[in-house]
């Protein structure tokens, strides 16, 4: 939901309105029941707590509280833990805050939604009861109507359980007649009335019930739908939606040629806005600053020397108003209502940047694609937009010399050809004509006669004479950036390539001959073990996770992803996986060990509850530059976090750690994942989600950049910024999808302010990290000037502070596991069969 700061400046005439502000109503009482107005806080949540995980946290306070007058009262149910403080922290609410994920589903444009049939009065009633719910406010009415269609209705008699306590929920329930009692530990907590809904966080997410509810005497009649269809029908609309306005945008002459991705971006840049019959978009001679879709509706445009045309859904017009800053030529003016989706200059220029660079940045990722060496080979295409960022523009005067057939190659490149004139000759006669679009260089990429490369102790050769004949600009890719991107250069000119990631892994290592000294962590489904080699000594940290436990939560092809993801990376701040390996139970990840304990430990003290800012300044740094590499790979994390103490006790591990040399590590990359687009499965930790997961409207990159800023803020302040005391889930996301927070006064400074909340900003369009620069918006902040990001790679910089190590097997820095059981030995698992072993074939 846009915040009035994250609206994108528009002319006056473009009304930015709720999407279900064209809603027609009606006052037709529905057959079904006549609930009272109410505000969302009247619905009612206690299905959507997480349950406890012992009785020593059990739900102590519970009281129904009278919210306003005329309103049914809200059922308020508040969990309290016992002794959840350490240094003074605050008692909060640990089982709400666990890790939560969704079950991955196939997200396709063309999903048929079910179809229950209802009255008139039926859907009035179920519109009246969505309208105030925070899940469904962003709905547009095609989706709110394929929404309610979906419902169907459930009707249980006295006694009848819905659903149990500690079961996991997946409907949405609305109560048009008798009540549902809800039921925590035998004890009842509370009652819905007809008009009251529960359960609307089961459609975001696999939550286990707090409370068993139960119809009462003379049963109850609902409304109800499930988690599936819920995420399938929003996912389904985004992309059905996202795909047609692509297509128009390829339309457009000046976007036909340009990359996927840059279509992509400015597909997620477009902006709702609605027009009412007769109402003027713009007039001839005004300024040009919009271009427009039109989506719904129709719209006269009336041209000074073409006439007039009636445009229609899929047409767009005002596109001059991003090349050119011109008035316009012609009258616009919607006919009936009307729906387009609006772009301005100023929001392309900083989502992509000025039009001539994304189209040069477009035709370089394509050139490079034609370029033999490349096109036969098995590189990447997220490979090539890195090459493509790293090539450099020079100016070469008339005459010039660029190389010389027979002479000895310094500096092996690849040049692309901006401008001016070039001839390519041999001494053999050969010769040919260079001008922009061409390319040349590519033989001093290749091994000489002994198999070794230019700069790399090859004797490399030019195979011609490039010299210039016209004053030109030349686009240079050497050999080194290369090999920088692909990391093995005889992958170039080779289908097969050479040794692919899976193979550097270090198979010499015998996972299960190591020995295991003590437990360092543990998490939803497995844990991480101190481990060493027997032969070497050399200490690692071992995963071990239970394949039973990760396919009943659905989760086995998240780590077989994980592990695929893990093999593509290769970063000093981010986890090294080593070595893989899996036997009838469970599935082993061998990976670097990083002994400096969590960030939690260096953020939270006995002393203190936060960091000063020069040290968040560096440990931001960190995770920034790790974060990056994964977004160049196309790769979004969405579990940077830094728990707080209470999730301990639920085992939520930390997600960052310091090394030796007290620099930053990310680690546990299960929610990893490879997007091109976007990915439509919730999962992550509820105080750090972006407000795109929680809609389930698609999320990319920028949810780690949101999560960053939660960080920071954490850092700095000492909680995160969407927190509160007692806070519940709902409310907490709600506050999450408004964007309300603050910052206590005298308490940090105005840079740091600026840069957090850049980065959380609502709105994709303005958020920092997502913009044309990317991470650099980040990185060339004030509040980022003291770091210098080369030395930072190269961990030449003096960390805040560095752990005291006696030995590599030194877990001085890791809190005590030793309560926990080992997984392995200690758990009863149901043995897998052939289909489910298979899922793990490639571990």
Known sequence: MLTPGDVPILPPSIEFANRNAKKKTTTNTPQTTTPKKRNDENIIHVNDIPKNEGAADGIQDMSVKDTSEGCEPTLVVEVKGKGLTKGGST?????????????PQNMVENFVAPVFEKSDEDVEFLLDALADNFVFNTLDEGELETLVNAFENHEVGGGEVLVRQGDFGGHFYILYSGQVAFVVDGNEVGRAVPGNSFGELALLYNAPRAATCVATEGGAGLWRVDQVTFRMLLASHTIQNDNQTKVVLRKVPFLADLDDEFVHRIADALTTVYYDAGEKIFASGSEGSVFYVIREGKVEYKHRKRGVRVLGPGDYFGEQAIVKNEPRRADATAMVDTIA????????????????????????????????????????????????????DIKYPAEKEILSEGDYVDVPALYLVRSGVLEAYTDAGESRILKSGSFFGEDTLLPDEE????????????????????????????????????LDLSRMGNKVGGKTRRDMLQRSIDIFKLERHTLLGAGTFGQVWLASDRKTGKAYALKVQIKRELIDHHQAEGVCREREVMSKIDHPFIIKLVNTAQDEQSVFMLLNLVQGGELFNVMHSEERDCIPESEVKFYSAGILEGLAYMHRRRIIYRDLKCVS??????????NVLIDELGYTVIVDLGFAKVVDDKTYTLCGTPLYLAPEVILSRGHDKGVDYWSLGCLMYEMILGQTPFYENNIDQITLFKRIVHGRYRFPKQSISEEAQDLISGMLSNTLTQRLGCLAHAERDIK??????????????????????????????DASCFE????????????????????EQDIFVQF
């Open 341 to 392: 989706l609006a772009l301005t200059r100023d929001v392309f220029e900083r989502v992509l940047g000025p039009l001539s660079e994304v189209i040069a940045r477009s035709n370089d990722r394509r050139l490079l694609r034609s370029v033999p060496i490349f096109a036969n080979s098995d590189i990447q295409s997220f490979e090539i937009e890195l090459m493509a960022a790293l090539i450099d």
């Open 451 to 486: 198999q070794k490369y230019g700069g790399k102790g090859g004797m490399k050769l030019s195979q011609q004479t490039v010299e210039v004949l016209e004053d030109c600009v030349l686009g240079k890719l050497t050999l080194a950036n290369i090999d920088s991107v692909i």
């Open 645 to 654: 103490w209470f999730a301990r006790r639920v085992n939520q591990p930390e």
């Open 816 to 835: 005590s596991w030793d309560h926990l059981d080992d997984k392995e030995k200690k758990g009863s698992y149901k043995r897998l069969n052939k289909k």
């Open 91 to 103: 008692s909060v609410h640990a089982q709400r805050f666990d890790n939560i994920y969704s079950t």
């Open 780 to 809: 060339g902040h004030p509040f980022m000037r003291d770091i210098n990001f080369g030395k930072l790679g190269k961990r030449m910089l003096k960390a805040p502070w560095v752990p005291q190590l006696t030995n590599p097997l």
